[in-house]
């Protein structure tokens, strides 16, 4: 037989995490959320995938500053009905932003988005130009 060693404030810790829990099961609050995202490469192009279900196309934002791909926006909660009433709400709604790191051999003037479906898809093409040699820097 194996001893369990008790924690006196355990349980009670355990009790405020479910009622954290419920609290957010019925809150339908606006928050910060972050959408997955895929990115993958073929031999020409970097392609970064975001799922964005119910978010509007003029409601979403890229940017390419300092080798960073950032893409911003915001899911807007639909206003409920009078006669309709939520029990459960799993969705995330509010602003969101999510900021990728890209490779110095791409063609910045070529990135084209498409939103469809509820995925957003960012095509970035490799540059074509030729890598840099790496030299060796002398030291006087």
Known sequence: M???RWSPFGDLDSYFDRVNNLNDLFDVKEREWKPAAAISET???YLVKADLPDVRKE?????LENGVLTVTGERKIEKESEDEKVH?????YGTFARSFSLP????EG?????CKNGVLRIRIPKSTAEKKQAHKIEIN
């Open 43 to 45: 031999k020409k192009e």
């Open 59 to 63: 409601d979403i934002h890229i940017a």
């Open 104 to 107: 110095d051999n791409i063609d």
């Open 88 to 92: 459960r709400m799993e969705s995330f």
């Open 110 to 114: 070529k990135i084209k988005a498409e």
């Open 2 to 4: 194996s001893l369990i």
